[in-house]
């Protein structure tokens, strides 16, 4: 088992910045891929961004590359997503998952993760 937990989120004006955070905990967390979604009113849960725990390997959606950063702290098991330019577009719920990698599934997919966080809101106000 592996508990992923959100903290950050909130209001900004577009054109800020803002940061989240995912704690991971739970054995062999060195073994998974973290990943960002995020889900809007009406719309379905999209990849945002994804990192595997153990590589510096990233992965992005088109629609924040050159905007958001995914990284990681092995010392406190923990992933952030840097936020920046933010769009009111960006608006959603943003949620933190966990999944062994090497399975077969694309790092992009939602099918690639067992371990999902509560979200936390992020609104962009234009």
């Known amino acids: 088992q592996v508990q992923v937990l959100e903290s950050g989120g909130g209001l900004v004006q577009a054109g800020g910045s803002l940061g989240l955070s995912c704690a991971a905990s739970g054995r062999t967390v060195s073994r998974y891929a973290l990943g960002w979604f995020r889900q809007a009113p009406g719309k379905e849960r999209e990849f945002v961004a994804a990192?595997?725990?153990?590589?510096?390997?990233?992965y992005y959606a088109d629609s924040v590359k050159g905007r958001f950063t995914i990284s990681r702290d092995n010392n406190r098991n923990t992933v952030y997503l840097q936020m920046n330019s933010l769009k009111p577009e960006d608006t959603a719920v943003y949620f933190c998952?966990?999944?062994?990698?090497?399975?077969?599934?694309?790092?992009?997919?939602?099918?690639?993760?067992?371990?999902w966080g509560q979200g936390t809101q992020v609104t962009v106000s234009s």
């Open positions: 998952a966990a999944g062994a990698y090497g399975r077969g599934y694309s790092l992009l997919s939602k099918a690639a993760y067992d371990y």
């Open positions: 990192i595997i725990w153990t590589e510096s390997t990233t």
